[in-house]
């Protein structure tokens, strides 16, 4: 099992930055997959970063460029480092965790941090 815990969501000027962090219950090695997800009032949950156990990153074309998702395993938690944010970026940021076994996928979810981008 694994529990995660968010931090570093809140209120931010377009243009501003904010480092979101998500730290995990137990190593991050036998964590096969993290990401970062972010859910919009009347919208879908969308993924905007993941990283696998190999550190292989994809990103959503919308964040491309302006966001980083990274991981301190000595820490066992992973980051996602938001710059140069926009109004659209304005979402609940929720932290994922993937592993997978022989006959079992498992995903656990943080308990979401809102991130608020206006002037």
């Known amino acids: 099992q694994v529990q995660l815990v968010e931090s570093g969501g809140g209120l931010v000027q377009p243009g501003g930055s904010l480092r979101l962090s998500c730290a995990a219950t137990?190593?991050?090695?036998?964590?096969?997959?993290m990401g970062w997800y972010r859910q919009a009032p009347g919208k879908q949950r969308e993924l905007v970063a993941a990283?696998?156990?190999?550190?292989?990153?994809n990103y959503a074309d919308s964040v491309k460029g302006r966001f980083t998702i990274s991981r301190d395993n000595a820490k066992n938690t992973v980051y996602l480092q938001m710059n140069s944010l926009k109004p659209e970026d304005t979402a609940v940021y929720y932290c994922?965790?993937?592993?997978?076994?022989?006959?079992?996928?498992?995903?656990?979810w943080g308990q979401g941090t809102q991130v608020t981008v206006s002037s």
């Open positions: 990283v696998t156990s190999g550190s292989s990153t």
């Open positions: 994922n965790a993937r592993v997978v076994r022989v006959a079992l996928t498992d995903d656990y």
């Open positions: 137990r190593s991050i090695f036998s964590i096969n997959a």
